[in-house]
C-alpha cells in the first residue's frame, strides 16, 4: 500500500487505532464462511449462541426468540435444528446453523463467502436470502459477499488474513 493511503473501515482510520479500539471495531465485523465452523462438542443452539454470549451476554438473555426467527427465515424448524451436534446436521442445517450464528450478533459488516461463481442457481439463491436475512435482521448494514471459483482460494486466505490481522491485535496492550 501507498504509504500516503489510509484505510478507513467503518468510519475507522484504521492507522490511528489502538489495540482496544481494533478489538471493538472487530466486534462490528461478521464473518460468514462457506461451510463449517461450528464447534463438534456444541449442539446448536450452543453454537449459535456463543459468539454472541461471548461478545455481547448482556443481549444473550433475550436470544431465543430471535435464534427461532432466524431459523424459521431459512426454513428449519428450531426444534430440530438446535438440540443437534454438528456430526447429525445435513449440510444444510449447518449452512443455515452457521448464517444464524452470524445474524443474531447484528454485526455492522458482514464478510460472507459464498460458494462457486454465486451464480449458479443454488449458490445464487442462498447468497440472495443471506442478503435479504441481513438487510432484516441489520438495517442500514454491508454485506460483502466473497464468491468464485477461480479465486475461491485466494477468498478463504482473504478471510483467514482477516481473522489473523485481527488475533495478532488482541495480544497488544492498549
Not at 27 to 38: E, K, Q, Y
Not at 47 to 54: A, C, E, F, Q
Not at 136 to 142: R, S
Request: hydrophobic fraction near 45%; charged fraction near 20%; include cysteine.
Amino acid at each position: 500500500m501507498d504509504a500516503g493511503a489510509r484505510l478507513v473501515l467503518l468510519g475507522n482510520d484504521l492507522a490511528g487505532l489502538d489495540a482496544g479500539q481494533c478489538r471493538a471495531l472487530r466486534a462490528r465485523i461478521g464473518l460468514l464462511p462457506l461451510s463449517g465452523g461450528l464447534l463438534s462438542q456444541l449442539n446448536g443452539w450452543e453454537n449459535i449462541t456463543l459468539p454472541l454470549g461471548y461478545h455481547a451476554p448482556d443481549r444473550l438473555a433475550g436470544s431465543a426468540a430471535r435464534v427461532r426467527e432466524l431459523l424459521a427465515g431459512f426454513g428449519a424448524d428450531a426444534q430440530t435444528l438446535l438440540p443437534k451436534l454438528p456430526e447429525h446436521m445435513d449440510s444444510a442445517e449447518i449452512r443455515i446453523a452457521v448464517c444464524a450464528r452470524a445474524l443474531l450478533e447484528q454485526p455492522d459488516l458482514l464478510l460472507a463467502e459464498c460458494g462457486g461463481q454465486g451464480l449458479e442457481e443454488e449458490d445464487g439463491s442462498w447468497a440472495a436470502r443471506v442478503a435479504a436475512a441481513y438487510h432484516a435482521a441489520c438495517p442500514g448494514g454491508t454485506l460483502v459477499q466473497l464468491a468464485g471459483t477461480v479465486r475461491g482460494e485466494q477468498t478463504g486466505r482473504g478471510l483467514q488474513a482477516l481473522e489473523n490481522a485481527a488475533a495478532n491485535t488482541e495480544g497488544e496492550e492498549s
